[in-house]
Nanobody, 121 residues
């Protein structure tokens, strides 16, 4: 079984910075991609950023230039450094992992439980 545990959310003033972390544990043989989505109440879940096992990164236009995604592959961990936060960045942030499970010998997708980010104006 694989679990993703996020940390680092909280309350920050607009213009400030926060760093989210997400660690995946369990029967992971290899990781293809990890990343982040976010969801505000009453809205659809929105993709934020992705990092691949080769280090390639992609960002949503809404966060490009302000957020930085990185990973520590050996630790199956992904980070999201958020700078110049805006009130519209407030949401529950969910990390995900697309990995090869050694338990079932197949690719699987897993989500974290979410961490709240609140931005005050």
């Amino acid at each position: 079984q694989v679990q993703l545990v996020e940390s680092g959310g909280g309350l920050m003033q607009a213009g400030g910075s926060l760093r989210l972390s997400c660690a995946a544990t369990g029967t992971i043989k290899a990781t293809n991609t990890m990343g982040w989505y976010r969801q505000d109440p009453g809205k659809e879940r929105e993709w934020v950023a992705t990092v691949t096992d080769t280090g390639d990164t992609r960002y949503a236009d809404s966060v490009k230039g302000r957020f930085t995604i990185s990973s520590a592959n050996a630790k199956n961990t992904v980070y999201l450094q958020m700078a110049n936060l805006k009130p519209e960045d407030a949401a529950v942030y969910y990390c995900y992992s697309h990995f090869f499970s050694s338990a079932v010998d197949a690719w699987r997708h897993c989500w974290g439980q979410g961490t709240q980010v609140t931005v005050s104006s």
